[in-house]
């Protein structure tokens, strides 16, 4: 049974830092594409970032580019979305989430397993 455990999310102020953390369970990691996604109240959930199961290509949505950084550990089976220069605006539920898709997936669609979620919270 595939398990996403994401961690790292809280209350911070605009300009400030968060690390989150998804712990992953029950698949073979290194063969899985990863992504991070997020849900704001009242709206739809979006893609945030995204990174091949090789590891050595990453992409971004264009709010997030240059403040976020996605990144994995295989040895410990987790994915971390760094977060730098938070804004109100990033405020939402942010899901881990895993795909075997052929090609890296941007959609929520083409993601297999996802986390429960973890709160994020940027005050102005």
């Known amino acids: 049974q595939v398990q996403l455990v994401e961690s790292g999310g809280g209350l911070v102020q605009a300009g400030g830092s968060l690390r989150l953390s998804c712990v992953t369970s029950g698949h073979t990691f290194s063969l899985s594409h990863k992504g991070w996604f997020r849900q704001a109240p009242g709206k739809d959930r979006e893609f945030v970032a995204a990174?091949?199961?090789?590891?050595?290509?990453?992409y971004y949505a264009d709010p997030v580019k240059g403040r976020f950084t996605i990144s994995t550990d295989n040895a410990k089976n987790t994915v971390y979305l760094q977060m730098n220069s938070l804004k109100p605006e990033d405020t939402g539920v942010y899901y881990c989430a895993v795909s075997e898709a052929a090609r890296l997936p941007l959609r929520r669609i083409e993601y297999d397993f996802w986390g429960q979620g973890t709160q994020v919270t940027v005050s102005s």
């Open positions: 990174i091949t199961r090789s590891g050595d290509t990453t």
